[in-house]
């Protein structure tokens, strides 16, 4: 039973990068067929997704985020990361990674319990 | 920028049947998005309903379907229950690899 579980501070200056973890464990992020994604919810809002991953290294991102976001995959730790630069309040948000199985269904089947970043100086 | 609609709210009554849909601003919903829902309450993480349609995700109740209804995906609730209020999200798998969660449906079971 894959679990994952999100880390990273949960304070962050403005104008300056997150940064988080995802470890994945009970499985192998090197699983064909899957991709490791990002998904955040702003306080009492509905959920974005900000780009997912393949093992591979092939990332797809939300067009809306691509300037300042970049995932990354380490496959020998089995964690995958989410880089936001440039983060304002706006950005405050409790971000979820997740298992997202792609090909011939495209949808997530395991979810991190999710972590808050909160931006503020 | 492609937009997922979604009802705001919706209200019903224990034991009734609730259809809640997910549209497109501009277009279709087809099966070729694989629309898939997910419930969460707050606080908690979502959690995985239906995918590619009409799949209930391991150890989802019955009562929970997925179809294709006219233009847009549907989430129909049969006899609903006090437990099944939360909020409801579809997500949409666009061309060329994104995603598109819709704004969320706020369910009031009462």
């Known amino acids: 039973q894959v679990q994952l579980q999100e880390s990273g501070p949960g304070l962050v200056k403005p104008s300056q990068t997150l940064s988080l973890t995802c470890t994945v464990s009970?499985?192998?992020?090197?699983?064909?067929?899957?991709?490791w994604s990002w998904i955040r919810q702003h306080p009492g809002k509905g959920l974005e997704w900000i780009g997912h991953?393949?093992?591979?290294?092939?990332?797809y991102y939300n067009p809306s985020l691509k300037s300042r976001v970049i995932i990354s995959v380490d496959t020998s730790e089995n964690q995958f990361s989410l880089k936001l630069s440039s983060v304002s309040a706006a950005d405050t948000a409790v971000f979820y990674c997740?298992?997202?199985?792609?090909?011939?269904?495209?949808?997530?089947?395991?979810w991190g319990k999710g972590t808050t970043v909160t931006v503020s100086s | 920028q492609t937009v997922v609609t979604q009802e705001p709210s919706f209200s019903v009554s224990p034991g009734e049947t609730v259809t809640l849909t997910c549209g497109l601003s501009?277009?279709?919903?087809?099966?070729?998005?694989?629309p898939s829902w997910y419930q969460q309450t707050p606080g908690q993480a979502p959690r995985t309903l239906i995918y590619?349609?009409?799949i209930r995700s391991s150890g989802v109740p019955d009562r929970f379907s997925g179809s294709i209804l006219g233009n847009k995906a549907a989430l129909t609730i049969t006899g609903a229950q006090a437990d099944d209020e939360s909020d409801y999200f579809c997500?949409?798998?666009?061309?060329?690899?994104?995603?598109?969660f819709g704004g969320g449906t706020k369910l009031t079971v009462l």
């Open positions: 997740a298992k997202m199985k792609g090909g011939t269904g495209w949808y997530i089947d395991v």
């Open positions: 009970g499985g192998s992020i090197s699983t064909g067929g899957y991709y």
């Open positions: 991953i393949y093992y591979s290294g092939s990332a």
């Open positions: 501009s277009g279709s919903v087809s099966a070729t998005y694989y």
């Open positions: 590619s349609t009409n």
């Open positions: 997500v949409l798998y666009m061309s060329g690899g994104s995603w598109v």
